[in-house]
């Protein structure tokens, strides 16, 4: 039987996940280096200094195209009940620019928020200006409950405008910058161009998966063409009439925001058909279901260690196995929520094929600058994940251990901003961060402080999460 709550929390997982994981990889202790695997494939210890030409992906390169394949997923769900309540398309779509100008806005401001980017080494005012900015984003953010008159809502939002504005005007940054336009938040700037690119493609083929699928192809052939000096396509590739906010570059990530949106199309269509009346299958129970989960964790671990070490072919062959037996055990169930788990594992699968024979083209697979098959690879694994939250939570009703991320993913805003502009603030003006510092004099010990850290963040959502306070995204 569909329970539309189990579903939505299931996605919630993979955003909350991906966020968690942002601030966790952010948090790692460079002083004492951890294994190279531990960081960024691009920026290995022990120097950390950038090399492109360097293949391979670590768990740290999963974050981002985890949170953008969720984004696309949620496509349907916030999207679909406007259009068929009658709102015109292009209102829709206004409101989603509006939302999208939003993100470039909190983009922005955080960046000129962020207390290490006061000083080299912040001191009291510093964490205060940081708290400060937290409260200010909050009261433009926050949806507030019904319960709060509009006036207030006004005068709260109107207060924060000039609070925030002061800031921006008032501070200067360690390089002795005042306010830019250009100092923004990149990871913001990306999720605020796809977020508007991809709900309006979403709209104009959203009865038309061909046509979706059509234009990833004709960006695809601009993503291949782009270097060709001189040519139409490298013109347009470079326009940006805003270069602060836009440009088309940012929209290769639509690679990993199209599989989402089929994948959230797949699974907001089951979830509003008429439920099946519940039957037992014979022979398929909890093993079963615990056992694709097992399968597919694997697969995960092994795409990404195996891409990791360069060993492509074996990667590929352990793979075939793995997949081979996933697709065994699920094509023995014939209920409607087993063919929509068998569908996503055949596009999962799909895209992660595309990202393999992908691999050798740019040098191999790398997050930075993105390479083709890193992002048909990370697509595939983020359906994956999806299907082992969602089997675990539901069928062997294990969805305790998710709840901390559940949380983190409906706020997701929250948890982004509330390690530099709130937790950071009140550990070292409380005196509690030089306590956290002992930990980092042993590499692993550090890292265990970032456990700490991403944990307080994940908790402090949490918290905003059950008072049913949610920043607008």
Known sequence: MSIPIRRADALDALRGLAILFMVLSGSIHFANPLPAWMYHAQVPPPDFKFNPDLPGITWVDLVFPF??????????????????????????????????????????????????????????ADWLIGLASFGVMFALLVR??????????????????????????????????????????????????VAFFGSVLWMLTRTNILLRLGILGLLMALRLTQGIDGSWNQWIWNASPFPWMYKLYYLQYLFIVIPGSIAGDL?????????????????????????????????IGITVAGLFSRDVLLTMAVNAVLLAAVYAVLRSAHSSEARLFRTLF????????????????????????????????????????????SIIAEHLRRRWPFALIIDNGKNPMIAYVAGNVLILPILSLTALMPLLNEL???????????????LLVAVATQFFTKKGLFWRT
């Open 67 to 124: 949170f953008l394949f969720a984004m696309g997923a949620a496509f349907p769900f916030g999207l679909t009940k406007r259009l068929q309540a009658g709102a015109a398309l292009w209102k829709v779509a206004l409101q989603s620019l509006q939302r999208g100008l939003m993100l470039v806005a909190f983009a922005i401001f955080l960046q000129h928020t962020k207390p290490f980017l006061f000083s080299t080494a912040p001191g009291p």
């Open 346 to 389: 055949y596009w999962g699968t799909f895209w992660l094929l595309l990202g393999f024979f992908f691999e050798a083209y740019e040098g191999g697979i790398k997050k930075d600058r993105a390479t083709v098959s890193y992002y048909f690879v990370t697509s595939g694994l983020a359906g994956y994940t999806y299907i082992v939250f």
């Open 144 to 193: 507030y409950p019904d319960s709060v008159k509009r006036t207030y809502r006004i005068a709260l939002r109107s207060i924060a405008l000039a609070a925030g504005a002061a800031i921006l005007a008032t501070r200067t940054y360690a390089d002795g910058s005042g306010f830019l336009l250009t100092r923004s938040d990149i990871i913001i700037i990306v999720l605020a161009n």
């Open 440 to 454: 980092t004099y042993t590499p692993w010990l550090g890292f265990v402080k970032g456990v700490i850290f991403t």
């Open 267 to 299: 699974i907001y269509a089951w979830l509003n058909a008429p439920s099946e009346p519940l039957k037992e299958e014979r022979g398929w129970g909890s093993m079963q279901w615990g056992s694709v989960a097992i399968l597919l964790t694997g697969v």
